[in-house]
């Protein structure tokens, strides 16, 4: 199994930034990629960003240019580098892990982005 914990979140104002942690532990030579989706109030989850495990990135369209992902192996730890943060982008972020054909899941940690 694999488990995730996310932390970084908060309250930023538009414009902001803010960085977010997932630090993955338990068997996690099998992760194929990680990375985050968010879930605004009353909606599904949308896709954010995602790394592979050779280090390739995608991201969502809205989020280009702003947002980066990145990873420390050794930390076992994935970061998401949030910039100019919009007010639409106020919502539950949550980590994932690509392993043994299955997302696995973190609890997420909230970003509020309000003036």
């Known amino acids: 199994q694999v488990q995730l914990v996310e932390s970084g979140g908060g309250m930023v104002q538009p414009g902001g930034s803010l960085r977010l942690s997932c630090a993955a532990s338990?068997?996690?030579?099998?992760?194929?990629?990680m990375g985050w989706y968010r879930q605004a109030p009353g909606r599904g989850r949308d896709f954010v960003a995602r790394i592979l495990s050779g280090g390739r990135t995608n991201y969502a369209d809205s989020v280009k240019g702003r947002f980066t992902i990145s990873r420390d192996t050794g930390k076992n730890t994935v970061f998401l580098q949030m910039n100019s943060l919009k007010a639409g982008e106020t919502g539950g972020y949550h980590c994932?892990?690509?392993?043994?054909?299955?997302?696995?899941w973190g609890q997420g940690t909230q970003v509020t982005v309000s003036s």
């Open positions: 994932y892990a690509f392993v043994d054909g299955a997302n696995r």
């Open positions: 338990g068997s996690i030579l099998g992760i194929v990629e």
